[in-house]
């Protein structure tokens, strides 16, 4: 069964200063990949996807995530937090049907 | 477009009685997703339709839970009885698949908490 996995629970970084928040995925062969967002009490936003092409895929507000095969990881990244992009991030991954991470908790402190 | 919407946002119940959660699809997309999320378990899909056909219902707990799409403009989650331990948020999505794969829309949820 396909499954993605964020291995941190929360990524605290200053604002101004550039953020990573890590996925790895399990599927093999070609994997359909996305990044969504949860603001508090709000419903999930697609923020990119990967499906095929190039490796450094780039999405809404500035943010962007980079493909690499080899070591199975989607990584997100922005080079310049803003306190507004404190948020749940959530890798996901699927076709038809989506396979969520159990999601990394974003702080980005004035 | 008003974007998925679904009613109530809120539910307080009691254990026992009948729980029916609404959702309104984005028009024109051909595929609608329930979703559960809590604190212990995230987010899981409980059942997707395509064309108003349910697809996949493999998510759905019990048999306490059914859902329906009578049309493709709506659709029901329904939890007869409920219990405490439903409580949770419940979300809707649609999509629009057609060729290669095309992002799921989300609804601001309904939370749910069974008493």
């Known amino acids: 069964a396909q499954s993605v996995a964020q291995p941190e629970d929360q990524v605290n970084v200053a604002e101004g200063n550039p953020l990573t928040v890590k996925c790895t995925y399990s599927?093999?062969?070609?994997?359909?990949l996305f990044w969504y967002v949860q603001y508090p009490n709000r419903g999930l936003q697609f923020l990119l996807k990967?499906?095929?092409?190039?490796?450094l895929v780039k999405g809404s507000y500035g943010f962007e995530a980079e493909f690499n095969k080899s070591q199975t990881s989607f990584h997100l990244k922005k080079p310049s937090a803003l306190v507004s992009d404190s948020a749940l991030y959530f890798c996901?991954?699927?076709?038809?049907?989506?396979?969520f991470g159990k999601g990394t908790m974003l702080l980005v402190s004035p | 477009d008003a974007g998925v919407i679904q009613s109530p946002r809120h539910e307080v119940t009691e254990m026992g009685q009948e729980v029916t959660l609404r959702c309104k699809p984005i028009?024109?997309?051909?595929?609608l997703f329930w979703y559960r999320q809590t604190m212990m378990r995230g987010l899981e899909l409980l059942i997707y339709?395509?064309?108003?056909?349910?697809?996949?219902d493999s998510g759905m707990p019990e048999d306490r839970f059914s859902a329906k799409m009578p049309n493709a403009s709506f659709s029901t989650l329904k939890i007869q009885p409920s219990e405490p331990r439903d409580s949770a948020v419940y979300f809707c999505?649609?999509?629009?698949?057609?060729?290669?794969?095309?992002?799921?829309?989300f609804g601001p949820g309904t939370r749910l908490t069974v008493l």
């Open positions: 339709f395509n064309n108003n056909v349910p697809i996949d």
């Open positions: 990967y499906i095929t092409g190039d490796n």
């Open positions: 996901v991954q699927g076709y038809s049907t989506l396979t």
């Open positions: 599927v093999s062969g070609n994997p359909y």
């Open positions: 028009s024109g997309h051909d595929y």
């Open positions: 999505a649609s999509s629009l698949q057609g060729e290669g794969y095309n992002e799921q829309f």
